[in-house]
């Protein structure tokens, strides 16, 4: 992977964290909405840190890459993409 990896980790451990605090909210039989926004929250940091890794290997991999390698790399991120649209 040839993304910040600093970067990348701490916005995972900070989408883990608010996991952690969602399950919480489940367990204390908090208010629904509240759930659903941080539930929110969450995801948001999610595709933030999937678009990182995915901009890395596009101007990394991708651009590096050559021939049949070039091509398969433009098509596994194209079904990639597929998935998020």
């Not at 908090?30 to 941080?38: A, E, G, T």
């Amino acid at each position: 992977m040839t993304a910040d990896k600093a970067k990348v980790t701490r916005l995972l451990k900070t989408a883990r964290g608010q996991m952690d605090g969602i399950i919480k909210m489940v367990e204390d039989n908090r208010y629904c909405i509240d759930i659903s926004v941080q539930i929110m929250a969450c995801q948001a940091i999610l595709s933030k840190v999937n678009r990182e890794i995915l901009k890395s290997h596009l101007a990394n991999c991708v651009l590096n890459s050559s021939g049949d390698d070039a091509k398969e790399k433009i098509e596994e991120l194209s079904k990639v993409m597929e998935q998020l649209i």
